[in-house]
């Protein structure tokens, strides 16, 4: 029988998928950084690339402090999240939500590598890994503040901008009626059971 894997085995396995993650990032950066029509977004994406090859780098020092081979273990999350950004490309929308549709796959990536971050820094802790710890914590301040970034974009304008180029359906194109609804509002004995 094989002997189990340790937690160090879990870190390293996890080092090189978010190193794989990273490395697919960098092309999908460049890719909506191209589908940007917003500069602020395109400039955005622009510079989270170059940041992204920093990412990069504390990943492969992170694993060379460890005497462990500088390689990627394919991350299908990231691979997912860009496939499914780059169906968003092809659709057929308007300029602004376009931009807005970027904006929620850059954040979408973000997200995920977040989570990763998170991990990864409790794990080194954990075992003890100060340097690696540090490192990635750099890095986790820079996912953070990249995913901020993005949405002070989409909140400064992008997203008001799309929701104004839709139109509001007619009043007699809609199957609603006027009939107000009644809305059931819990029992004392209902709010009791929900606690």
Not at 32 to 56: K, P
Request: aromatic fraction near 4%; hydrophobic fraction near 40%; proline fraction near 1%.
């Amino acid at each position: 029988m094989a002997e189990a894997g340790t937690l160090h085995d879990a870190f390293i396995n996890e080092l090189r998928d978010t190193y794989d993650a990273e490395q697919q990032l960098t092309r999908a950066l460049s890719t909506l950084a191209g589908a940007a029509r917003s500069a602020d977004l395109r400039t955005a994406f622009e510079e989270h690339l170059e940041e992204t090859r920093g990412h990069l780098e504390r990943l492969e020092a992170i694993l060379e402090s460890m005497d462990e081979a500088v390689q990627g273990k394919r991350c299908e999350g990231m691979a997912g999240i860009i496939e499914e950004g780059k169906a968003n490309l092809n659709e057929d929308f308007d300029e602004a939500t376009m931009d807005a549709i970027l904006i929620a796959a850059g954040q979408r990536a973000e997200h995920y590598e977040i989570a990763a971050y998170n991990t990864l820094i409790a794990w080194a802790r954990a075992m003890g890994h100060v340097e690696a710890a540090d490192l990635l914590r750099d890095t986790l301040r820079e996912e953070r503040a990249s995913e901020e970034r993005l949405s002070v974009i989409a909140e400064g304008g992008i997203n008001q901008e799309a929701a104004d180029g839709v139109d509001a359906p007619d009043a007699e194109d809609t199957d609603e009626t006027d009939e107000e609804v009644e809305i059931e509002r819990p029992s004392s004995s209902k709010k009791a059971a929900l606690r």
